[in-house]
């Protein structure tokens, strides 16, 4: 069974438009993150939820918006796409934050 | 904020030898991690070691952490093809909720 699943695992659209990436862990983890990773492959933190309450929201523009309905998920919501969103949104869960993290397959995003 | 660099960035080794890298942070830590990020893939968590730990082990893997000089290495020994990824280290701080990662060491293991 996989751990992390992320989907889809690959999403092309336009500017402008709207788009989700959902995220699903099984391991009871009451931790989950969304990280992006840009084309050098640097790793930036954008949030992060403990027991559905939000924890960490860096600095991301607004049109980001994570919702959790239930611990074991925590899905991505992304409005009126940019050129710049292009990149590789990874979600992860962990038992706290100092523990190792679970990290799902990745979704590549790609706007046009 | 991304406390981690790894050094050297990219490596490049004949399979069978033994692939060191180093990461650097620069405040107190909680536990310093690892982890192996195969080409299209998830990062994968390789070895945690905590801040009274000196050296610890994980197959192939060697990982050692000195807090004195605020650094740790990755020792793979015996390195396959299969070890071709990159390698990020990320360190858990006190009173910081989030690991915070470096850029990654991409290692490449020629057969």
């Known amino acids: 069974d996989t751990a992390v699943s992320q989907t889809p695992k690959y999403l092309v659209t336009q500017m402008g438009n709207d788009k989700s990436i959902k995220c699903e862990q099984n391991?009871?983890?009451?931790?989950m993150y969304w990280y992006k990773q840009d084309s050098k492959k640097f790793l930036k933190i954008m949030f992060s939820?403990?027991?559905?309450?939000?924890?960490i929201n860096e600095t991301v523009p607004n049109r980001f918006s994570p919702k959790s309905p239930d611990k074991a998920h925590l899905n991505l919501h992304i409005n009126s796409l940019e050129l710049g969103d292009s990149a590789v949104y990874f979600c992860?869960?962990?038992?706290?934050?100092?523990?190792?993290?679970?990290f799902g397959p990745g979704t590549r995003l790609t706007v046009t | 904020s991304q406390q981690g660099e790894e050094d050297p960035q990219a490596l490049s080794i004949q399979e069978g030898e033994n692939a060191t890298m180093n990461c650097s942070y620069k405040?107190?830590?909680?536990?310093l991690q690892w982890y192996r990020q195969n080409s299209g893939r998830g990062l994968v968590h390789l070895i945690l070691?905590?801040?009274?730990?000196r050296e610890k082990h994980s197959g192939r893997l060697r990982v050692t952490l000195d807090t004195s000089k605020k650094s740790s290495s990755l020792l793979i020994t015996a390195s396959r093809a299969a070890d071709t990824a990159s390698y990020f280290c990320?360190?858990?701080?006190?009173?910081?909720?989030?690991?915070?990662f470096g850029k990654g060491n991409q290692v490449v293991v020629i057969p």
């Open positions: 992860a869960s962990s038992q706290g934050h100092n523990y190792e993290q679970y």
């Open positions: 990320a360190t858990a701080t006190y009173g910081n909720n989030r690991l915070a």
């Open positions: 391991l009871g983890h009451d931790t």
């Open positions: 405040t107190s830590i909680n536990n």
């Open positions: 070691i905590r801040s009274n730990e």
């Open positions: 939820y403990n027991n559905k309450e939000l924890i």
